[in-house]
């Protein structure tokens, strides 16, 4: 058993002794007498990356759907009956969403989670497009921007990818061990705001 990982940062690593390993060595070590879990939300590329592999893969909402008792509900993923079982409230939800784009995509999200079936859902949006869409908000020189559950900071980077920098104040908050990235601190633990990304930098 062990993890792949896109990050070359982390191969050769270990997690609660199972150690990382890249997708290609994973290949060579496992070839066809493993199954790939992948783990991850937006996974069509990774779905491509695999098939490319040529290995045998299913999504965690797959094994979670075979194992429920032990790994469900997990987040969004669930056993598709309690869908079907507040069916009304799914049919009202519908309206919440004022634009095609969103009504399609609430509707492709129900599809696959009563269906498993990656083919119902649309194209991801790149991650640089994902959190910061200019037709949604504007961002004013008054503002304090909070990233809650900070992962590397993606967000806070992408806001000086995007030359947004007309604000009062940025923060990083993970509800972790402090995360390193560049040098900075991103995140700190759920007592403390860390500040120390520099945007100007």
Same mark, same amino acid.
């Given at each position: 058993?062990?993890?792949? @990982?896109? +990050?070359?940062?982390?191969?050769g690593?270990? !997690?609660?002794?199972?150690?990382?390993?890249? %997708? #290609?060595?994973?290949?060579e070590?496992?070839?066809?007498?493993?199954?790939?879990?992948?783990?991850?939300?937006?996974?069509?590329?990774?779905?491509?990356?695999?098939?490319?592999?040529?290995?045998?893969?299913?999504?965690?909402?797959?094994l979670?759907?075979?194992?429920?008792?032990?790994?469900?509900?997990?987040?969004?993923?669930?056993?598709?009956?309690?869908?079907?079982s507040?069916?009304?409230?799914?049919?009202?939800?519908?309206?919440?969403?004022q634009d @095609?784009? +969103?009504?399609?995509?609430?509707?492709?999200? !129900?599809?696959?989670?009563v269906?498993?079936? %990656? #083919?119902?859902?649309?194209?991801?949006?790149?991650?640089?497009e994902?959190?910061?869409?200019?037709?949604?908000?504007?961002?004013?020189?008054?503002?304090?921007?909070?990233?809650c559950?900070?992962?590397?900071?993606?967000?806070i980077?992408?806001?000086?990818?995007?030359?947004?920098?007309?604000y009062?104040?940025?923060?990083?908050?993970?509800?972790?061990?402090?995360?390193?990235?560049?040098?900075?601190?991103?995140?700190?633990?759920i007592?403390?705001?860390s500040?120390?990304?520099?945007?100007?930098?």
């Amino acid at each position: 058993m062990g993890f792949a @990982d896109n +990050s070359s940062k982390l191969w050769g690593q270990e !997690i609660e002794g199972v150690k990382i390993y890249s %997708p #290609k060595e994973s290949k060579e070590l496992f070839g066809n007498k493993a199954i790939f879990v992948i783990t991850v939300y937006t996974s069509t590329p990774v779905h491509h990356q695999l098939n490319t592999l040529g290995v045998i893969f299913i999504s965690f909402a797959e094994l979670g759907w075979k194992y429920p008792q032990a790994l469900l509900p997990h987040y969004a993923t669930d056993l598709p009956h309690t869908i079907f079982s507040q069916a009304d409230n799914v049919r009202k939800a519908l309206n919440i969403w004022q634009d @095609d784009a +969103s009504q399609r995509e609430y509707l492709a999200q !129900i599809a696959w989670r009563v269906s498993l079936d %990656p #083919k119902v859902l649309p194209a991801s949006l790149p991650p640089q497009e994902m959190y910061l869409q200019k037709d949604l908000f504007s961002i004013l020189p008054s503002d304090v921007l909070v990233d809650c559950g900070s992962f590397d900071g993606d967000t806070i980077r992408e806001l000086k990818n995007h030359n947004i920098k007309s604000y009062k104040k940025k923060a990083a908050y993970k509800t972790c061990k402090p995360l390193k990235s560049e040098g900075s601190i991103i995140g700190n633990t759920i007592t403390k705001l860390s500040t120390h990304y520099d945007l100007e930098g």
